[in-house]
C-alpha cells in the first residue's frame, strides 16, 4: 500500500515551520494514542502514521530529501517502531506542560533561571525630563559572589551532577497515565549540588548589595518611559546571567507648567487693566522668558500658542507648542481712593449699553428666557 503525503498526514501546508509541525503531531497524537484508544487498531496505525510524517519532517535533512525525491528519498528513515517507541502518553504531557510551566520536556536540562528583572522608580523634575540629564542611583540587588565566582562551591572545588536526577533537574511522577515533571527536590532544580559551599555565599553564588549605577536619560522623557539596563537586575544562582534593571520615569508636578504629551500648559495671570486696554507681558517657557502681546478687551480663559515652545518628545518629531492660558485677576486690597475711582468708572458705563459687557448681557437675556418659558 502506498503511504500518504507527510505533509497530509499531519495536516501542514509544505511550508510549516517546526511550531507548526510540533502542534499537529501534538493534536494527533493526543488524539489517536493508543493509552487513549485501547484495543483500537485503526488508532494505533494513524498514531504511528503521525509519529513517522513527524521524524522525516522534524529533520531538516530528512525533510529536504523527502520534498526532493518523495518517499523514496526517505524510505528506512524514519524509526517506524511501535506505538511507545518514541515515549509513551505520559512523555507527550510530559513535554507539554514543560513549555506551559517551564519544565525541561524531553529530558532537557532545565538548570537555575537568569537573575531576576529589577525595577527603580526615578523621580525628576520636568526641566530635566525636559533636557535630558544623567542620574546616580542605589540599587539594592543579588550581586555575583566575588569569592566564589558564582559557582557556589568553596574554593577550587566544582559543582557535581545530581544523583536524583542524574543532572537534568527535573524528576518525573506518574499519575494514572499523566506524567507530570517538577523540579528536583534533591537539587532544587539546578541539575547540580555543592558538597562544600562557599562561606560568603552559603553555595548561592550570591550576596546581596546595594550598587550605584549611572543612568542616562534621553531628553523628552515622561512620566510611565522606561529605561532598561541589560545585566543590572539581579544575578542569577549559581553563576547563571543576571536580569535586567528597568529604569521607571516619573516627572514630578511643576510649579508653573503642565505636560500633555509634547505640549506645556501654564497660566498667565493679568490685571483687568491690562486685560481692557491690551500691553505686552513676559512669560516663562523652559528656555527662559519670551514676549506675549495680550490684545485689548481679551477675556479669561484665551488661549495664546507659543509655537515651538514645549517639548520634544523622546520618541522624535517636532517640539510641542506652550499653551498660555490668560486668568484676569481682580483686584484686591484697594485704598479708599482706589474704590471711590472704581465706583465713577462703574457709573460711567450706563447699565443700559450691552456694548461693554456682551457676555454678562448675553447670560442675563438667557436667564430670563429660562423663566419666562415656566
Known amino acids: 500500500m502506498s503511504k500518504r503525503d507527510y505533509y497530509e498526514v499531519l495536516g501542514v501546508s509544505r511550508e510549516a515551520d517546526a511550531d507548526a509541525l510540533k502542534k499537529a503531531y501534538r493534536r494527533l497524537a493526543m488524539k489517536y494514542h493508543p493509552d487513549r484508544n485501547p484495543d483500537n487498531a485503526e488508532a494505533e496505525e494513524k498514531f504511528k502514521e503521525a509519529k513517522e510524517a513527524y521524524e522525516i519532517l522534524n529533520d531538516a535533512d530528512k525533510r529536504a530529501a523527502y520534498d526532493r525525491f518523495g518517499h523514496a528519498g526517505v524510505d528506512g528513515q524514519a524509526a517506524g517502531g511501535g506505538a511507545h517507541g518514541a515515549g509513551g502518553f505520559g512523555d507527550i504531557f510530559g513535554d507539554i506542560f514543560g513549555d506551559i510551566f517551564g519544565g525541561a520536556g524531553g529530558g532537557r ?23 535630558g540629564t544623567n542620574e546616580k542611583i542605589r540599587v539594592p540587588t543579588w550581586a555575583t559572589c566575588d569569592s566564589c565566582e558564582g559557582s557556589g562551591a568553596q574554593g577550587s572545588e566544582k559543582p557535581t551532577g545530581c544523583p536524583t536526577c542524574g543532572g537534568v533537574g527535573q524528576v518525573r511522577m506518574q499519575q494514572g497515565f499523566f506524567t507530570v515533571q517538577q523540579a528536583c527536590p534533591t537539587c532544587r532544580g539546578s541539575g547540580t549540588i555543592i558538597k562544600n559551599p562557599c562561606k560568603k555565599c552559603h553555595g548561592q553564588g550570591r550576596v546581596q548589595k546595594t550598587k550605584t549605577l549611572s543612568v542616562s536619560i534621553p531628553a523628552g522623557v515622561d512620566t510611565g518611559d522606561r529605561i532598561r539596563l541589560a545585566g543590572e537586575g539581579e544575578a542569577g544562582q549559581n553563576g547563571t546571567p543576571a536580569g535586567d534593571l528597568y529604569v521607571q520615569i516619573s516627572v514630578l508636578e511643576h510649579e508653573i507648567f503642565q ?24 512669560v516663562p517657557t523652559i528656555d527662559g522668558r519670551v514676549k506675549l502681546k495680550v490684545p485689548a478687551e481679551t477675556q479669561t480663559g484665551k488661549l495664546f500658542r507659543l509655537r515651538g515652545k514645549g517639548v520634544t518628545s523622546v520618541r ?22 482706589q474704590k471711590e475711582l472704581l465706583r465713577q468708572f462703574q457709573a460711567s458705563m450706563s447699565s443700559e449699553d450691552s456694548r461693554h459687557n456682551p457676555r454678562k448681557t448675553s447670560w442675563f437675556e438667557g436667564v430670563r428666557r429660562f423663566f419666562d418659558g415656566f
Open 109 to 131: 536540562r532545565r538548570g537555575p533561571s537568569r537573575g531576576a528583572d529589577l525595577r527603580y522608580t526615578l523621580e525628576i523634575d520636568l526641566e530635566r525630563a525636559v533636557k
Open 316 to 337: 522624535g518629531g517636532p517640539a510641542g507648542d506652550l499653551m498660555c492660558r490668560i486668568v484676569v485677576e481682580t483686584p484686591v486690597g484697594l485704598s479708599s481712593e
Open 259 to 282: 505636560r500633555d504629551g509634547s505640549d506645556l500648559y501654564c497660566e498667565v495671570p493679568v490685571s483687568f487693566v491690562d486685560a481692557a486696554l491690551g500691553g505686552e507681558l513676559e
